[in-house]
């Protein structure tokens, strides 16, 4: 069964920063493309970072590239997300998502919820 | 950027079609592939895939649910409706960077 747990989440003051990580389980984790994508409280899903599998290249939208930075450990099968500079409007829950083929998001983790406010 | 443009709520009754559509501001279809993939959110929960390329069906999903569509225009099929299917739906496209979703159809049961 694949797994995706997300930890590190929690109340951050703006301007501070924040390191999420996702242990994968289940599945050839060097194989996949992983990604993470935010839900802000009521609202819609947004696209946050991508990573090949290798780690060589990554991608995100332009608001948040220079201040998040996504990374992985195939070794030991787990993704991360190194948020700084952060503001109010990435108060959001965060979830770690599988690539599957063609930039689909086919697993989820459960999210790690983050609180940006002083 | 893709803009998805997905109508906010539908109401329909319990056994019944529901047809949820989903408009991109450009194609996101290649000459091979429909990029567009839809995601069913319930309360509390996180978003489970149901529909990637415009219409194959993800593992484990009742086969109610059904996509079509191609260039702009793209339709999430659920027949019949369920009380299980109460949920969020988003439809989200890969065409190009930065991935985009839509802002979601919330099912509502007449």
């Known amino acids: 069964e694949v797994q995706l747990v997300e930890t590190g989440g929690g109340l951050v003051q703006p301007g501070r920063s924040l390191k999420l990580s996702c242990v994968a389980s289940?599945?050839?984790?060097?194989?996949?493309?992983m990604s993470w994508t935010r839900q802000a409280p009521g609202k819609g899903l947004e696209w946050v970072a991508s990573?090949?599998?290798?780690?060589?290249?990554?991608y995100y939208p332009d608001s948040v590239k220079g201040r998040f930075t996504i990374s992985r450990d195939n070794a030991q099968n787990t993704l991360y997300l190194q948020m700084n500079s952060l503001r109010s409007e990435d108060t959001a829950t965060y979830y770690c998502?599988?690539?599957?083929?063609?930039?689909?998001?086919?697993?989820w983790g459960q999210g790690a919820s983050v609180t940006v406010s002083s | 950027d893709i803009v998805l443009t997905q109508s906010p709520a539908l109401a329909v009754s319990l056994g019944q079609r529901a047809t949820i559509s989903c408009r991109a501001s450009?194609?996101?279809?290649?000459?091979?592939?429909?990029?567009m993939h839809w995601y069913q959110q319930k309360p509390g929960e996180q978003p489970k895939l149901l529909i990637y390329?415009?219409?194959n069906l993800a593992s484990g999903i009742p086969v109610r649910f059904s996509g079509s569509g191609s260039g702009t225009d793209f339709t999430l099929t659920i027949n019949p409706v369920q009380a299980d299917d109460i949920a969020t739906y988003y439809c989200?496209?890969?065409?190009?960077?930065?991935?985009?979703f839509g802002s979601g159809t919330k099912l509502e049961i007449k």
């Open positions: 989200q496209q890969s065409r190009e960077l930065p991935l985009t």
């Open positions: 998502t599988r690539g599957g083929t063609h930039g689909v998001m086919d697993a």
């Open positions: 289940g599945f050839t984790f060097n194989n996949y493309w």
């Open positions: 450009q194609s996101v279809s290649t000459s091979s592939y429909n990029l």
């Open positions: 990573i090949t599998n290798s780690g060589g290249s990554t």
């Open positions: 390329d415009a219409s």
